[in-house]
């Protein structure tokens, strides 16, 4: 039995708000405004920046909730650089794979699948293969806090590509979740769920055989 559809534009509004990044923003988009951080937040980004360069992969449980209060649960992988998997509980039938290039939205009930350039998407950021604050990342906020620190962070070459907000848990620092601020004001949490880090993840979770329609070339 299919999805309601409610239930099918709440499902698809949470999935594509993560991943979506516009024409129509990358025109629009000013640059970002660096934060102003003091000597004490400039050595917290510079652990912080240690930390997520150190994380080569992770699998998870995860959470997604929009700012409406809308939420899906599944199954995360990530393998840095590049590759991500999120596998979504029923009664949502999608299925999010990032191979290195592209990042792909399948909706499995309607045999549908959507590509778009990795880069162009908030995922680019958090997949990509150096993590550092001072070569193409910008740092546009912190709230430090005993126990958690958030970052906000824009990819100066690709403002349309939205905000991504990290949250991570102190002594030790730990990523904890994410949040995406894309162009259209639309805001995507993701929270991790007994996350592993470090584990081998089989290769095959970043594969995917589009069996519903012709792959663009690339």
């Known amino acids: 039995m ?7 534009r ?25 934060a102003r951080l003091s000597p004490e937040e ?14 080569t992969t992770v699998e998870a449980g995860f959470v997604q909730m929009s700012a409406q209060g809308q939420y899906a649960k599944g199954k995360l992988y990530l393998q840095r650089p590049g590759r991500m998997r999120f596998e979504y509980e029923p009664p949502f039938p999608y299925l999010l794979v990032a191979d290195g290039t592209w990042f792909i ?17 908030p ?24 126990s ?4 906000d962070v824009v990819d100066s070459r690709r403002p349309e590509a939205g905000r991504v907000s990290l949250t991570l848990a ?34 095959s979770l970043f594969r995917f055989i589009n069996r519903f329609e012709r792959r663009p070339e690339r």
């Open 148 to 151: 958690s620190v958030r970052v």
């Open 42 to 55: 400039q050595i917290l980004i510079s652990q912080i920046e240690d930390y997520l360069n150190g994380i």
């Open 105 to 121: 939205y399948v909706d499995q009930e309607l045999e549908q699948v959507t590509y778009l350039p990795l880069g162009k998407t």
């Open 2 to 8: 299919g999805i309601s559809v409610g239930m099918r």
């Open 10 to 34: 709440l499902g698809a509004a949470l999935v594509v708000s993560l991943i979506a990044a516009t024409s129509l923003a990358a025109q629009t988009t000013a640059a970002p405004e660096p």
């Open 123 to 146: 995922a680019g950021l958090l997949l990509r293969k150096d993590f550092s604050f001072s070569e193409g990342l910008v740092v546009t906020g912190i709230e430090a806090r005993p």
């Open 170 to 203: 102190r002594k030790p620092l730990s990523l904890k979740s994410w949040t995406v601020h894309d162009a259209q004001g639309q805001r995507i949490q993701v929270t991790l769920i007994d996350p592993r880090y470090g584990a081998p993840l089989d290769k």
